[in-house]
T-cell receptor, first 113, second 112 residues
Framework: DVKVTQSSRYLVKRTGEKVFLECVQD?????MFWYRQDPGLGLRLIYF???????EKGDIPEGYSVSREKKERFSLILESASTNQTSMYLC????????????FGQGTRLTVV | DQQVKQNSPSLSVQEGRISILNCDYT??????FLWYKKYPAEGPTFLIS?????DKNEDGRFTVFLNKSAKHLSLHIVPSQPGDSAVYFC???????????FGKGTRLSVIA
């Protein structure tokens, strides 16, 4: 079974802090994604990566950056956390090519106070 | 512009009856369609998919129907159970190696 593991289930950070959200997958998937989920807004894509050291902006990249130094690990960085970044963050991985589903981690509920 | 739309934010169904969740899309270049189920404080889990060359796929209590001419798909759950209460996301897979496109979700409540 594919496993996507996010480093924290719940996180509370202060405004202005630099926040790191870590994600690791164990199925050698090329593609990895970061989404945030907010009520009424569904899943919105923040950043994604097709391969090591590669990154692409999603629909809402402002205020975020990412790092992919190893194939299995994809990190989301909030450079200076703000209260409007309070959200559920979801990491996913997927094989390259079409017709395959994405596998999600358990999510990180981030609260910025 | 939203390419995948789930126009019903919520749906309530009695236990044992059929649940029908709907999804519309605007882009003809989608290759596959997927349904995910999400419980609170958990990540979405894959439920069922359908290729764009088919019109029906069935897996136990879950059936997905695709009407390409109407750019519409639906998920049928029969019979509905209280454990089916969750948010359901419709997702589309574009041709080529690009991210899935998700709808905003429909919250299903199955009432005992």
């Amino acid at each position: 079974d594919v496993k996507v593991t996010q480093s924290s289930r719940y996180l509370v950070k202060r405004t202005g802090e630099k926040v790191f959200l870590e994600c690791v997958q164990d199925m050698d998937h090329e593609n990895m994604f970061w989404y945030r989920q907010d009520p009424g807004l569904g899943l919105r894509l923040i950043y994604f990566s097709y391969d090591v050291k590669m990154k692409e902006k999603g629909d809402i990249p402002e205020g975020y950056s990412v790092s992919r130094e190893k194939k299995e690990r994809f990190s989301l960085i909030l450079e200076s956390a703000s209260t409007n970044q309070t959200s559920m963050y979801l990491c996913a991985s997927r094989l390259s090519g079409g017709g395959t589903e994405a596998f999600f981690g358990q999510g990180t509920r981030l609260t910025v106070v | 512009d939203q390419q995948v739309k789930q126009n019903s934010p919520s749906l309530s169904v009695q236990e044992g009856r059929i649940s029908i969740l709907n999804c519309d899309y605007t882009n003809s270049m989608f290759d596959y369609f997927l349904w995910y189920k999400k419980y609170p404080a958990e990540g979405p889990t894959f439920l069922i998919s359908i290729s764009s060359i088919k019109d029906k796929n069935e897996d136990g209590r879950f059936t997905v129907f695709l009407n390409k001419s109407a750019k519409h798909l639906s998920l049928h759950i029969v019979p509905s159970q209280p454990g089916d209460s969750a948010v359901y996301f419709c997702a589309a897979v574009p041709i080529g190696n690009t991210p899935l496109v998700f709808g905003k979700g429909t919250r299903l409540s199955v009432i005992a």
